[in-house]
Each structure stands twice: as C-alpha cells, then as structure tokens.
C-alpha cells in the first residue's frame, strides 16, 4: 500500500505527469511493486476506483455561517464591562484633539 502511496505523491508533485499518456505512466509504474488491481486504476484515470481500492470513503463537509447579527463582539462585549449595571453612560469621555469640533 505504501508503494502506491508514494507513486501518487510523486507522480502529484510533478506537473508534467498530469497529461501523460497511458505509456509513460506505464513505464513509470515498471520499478514500483503495486497490485494489478491499483496499477489498472491507475493507468485508467480511474479516481473513485482508485479510492475504494484504497478504502477511502467519499465525504462531505458542510459550513454553517452565523448569521450577521449575530456577532461575537455583540455577545462578548455585553456585561464585561458593565457589571454594576450602569452601562456606557458612567465612562470616561475622551477629550477631543486641538482640531475637532466636539
């Protein structure tokens, strides 16, 4: 198994393999000790053979964004700061700069 393991990394780290003809992946699958059964998928392009050959299940992953109100700002900054109660109303006010007209 480890043989057709590296056969396909190093076939997949070589751009040139991509397009090659049945005869030179042949060649190349000469020195490299596959079963024949791995070997006809191989030089068949046959990706979901190849993977049932080598136990690899198909899988889906599915993402499920929160929604826009639904910030991680909004939940955390909620009573962090506010533990008396009183809200933002008690906080420093900074002083504005030389040139604004606050």
Request: charged share 40%; aromatic share 4%; with cysteine.
């Amino acid at each position: 198994m480890f043989d057709v393991i590296d056969f396909l990394e190093t076939v997949g780290q070589d751009a040139q393999w991509r397009h090659a003809d049945s005869d030179a992946l042949t060649v190349a699958l000469t020195g490299v000790q596959i079963d024949p059964e791995l070997r006809i998928a191989i030089l068949a392009r046959d990706e979901q053979g190849l993977q049932a050959l080598l136990g690899q299940a198909p899988f889906c992953c599915y993402i499920n964004p929160g929604k826009e109100d639904e910030g991680e700002n909004d939940k955390d900054d909620k009573g962090k700061d506010d533990k008396d109660g009183k809200g933002d109303k008690d906080k420093v006010k900074k002083k504005p700069s030389k040139g604004s007209k606050e």
